[in-house]
């Protein structure tokens, strides 16, 4: 078990979520979907800042642009926007315009340059949600559906598994992925948490294919391998770690976000890191995130 952590941000967010690493601007970027904002901290200078969307815009997950800002995902659909920059964000896409209880939620780049991103009913756990592939053409792609919270998005270093978290159900799921056509198959269960207190939320990959995912209900990070096995736990002192990513100049420093969000105020107060972003040394490398081609 490693319990060896430090806070780079201290309880700010009410649900941080989707960080990554930008190489180009060396600064993590993060989402806290309820405030709502877009957040960096740059570990150079320990600076963090927190550009504010609309009140009514909820950021439930971003990726970086090859043609440079980030592709945003919310409830009331995709756009793209520069947090560098005063324009407002640039509307593309609303998958779900007929669905206007859904929002966005987990959304991460493939190797190929798409934008994967489920959906979820917000504030209600019920199997609503629906899974996308988003091209670089623009066009979007239903998956399948049925979700309640989709989370845990990533792919093996090889891009022949993916993988994917229903949060609610407690379960992640494997599938064979073919990179050229962007198609996933041969669906089966990676890990069951079912029956304890954790569930699966935002996952990323490190160079030897094992899988972090952070834990909503335990606090704690763990490395899976790619044989399904637990053989390393991060426990932060927190109840709800949310989302964990490989940043710094070589990729080998982990981020988790976290939220603060339905804690009662005595759980508050006995969890003044809740909301943080906290940093790891994990001893392993990360792989770099790939940019949305559109």
Known sequence: MT????VAVQGADILGEVPLWCDRTKKLWWVDVRRPAIQSYDPATGKHTAVRLAADMLPGSIALREAGGLLLATNTGLYTYDPLKTEAPVFLTNPETHLPQNRLNDGKVDRAGRFWVGSMKDGVREPAGNFYRFDPDHSCHFQFDGINVPNSISWSPDSRTMYFADTH???IW?????LADG????????KDWTG?????DGSTIDADGCLWNAMVGTGQVVRLTPQGKVDRVVQLPITNATCPAFGGP????LYITSHSQRLTPGQAAKEPLAGSLFVVNPGVKGLPETRFKG
Do not use: I, N
């Not at 198609?183 to 990676?190: E, N, Y």
């Not at 070589?250 to 420093?253: E, P, R, W």
């Open 250 to 253: 070589h990729l080998d420093t």
């Open 174 to 178: 494997a599938f064979d992925f073919d």
């Open 196 to 200: 304890t207190p954790a569930k699966p």
């Open 3 to 6: 319990t060896e952590y430090q």
């Open 183 to 190: 198609v996933m198959s041969k669906r089966r269960v990676f």
């Open 169 to 171: 159900v407690q379960l």
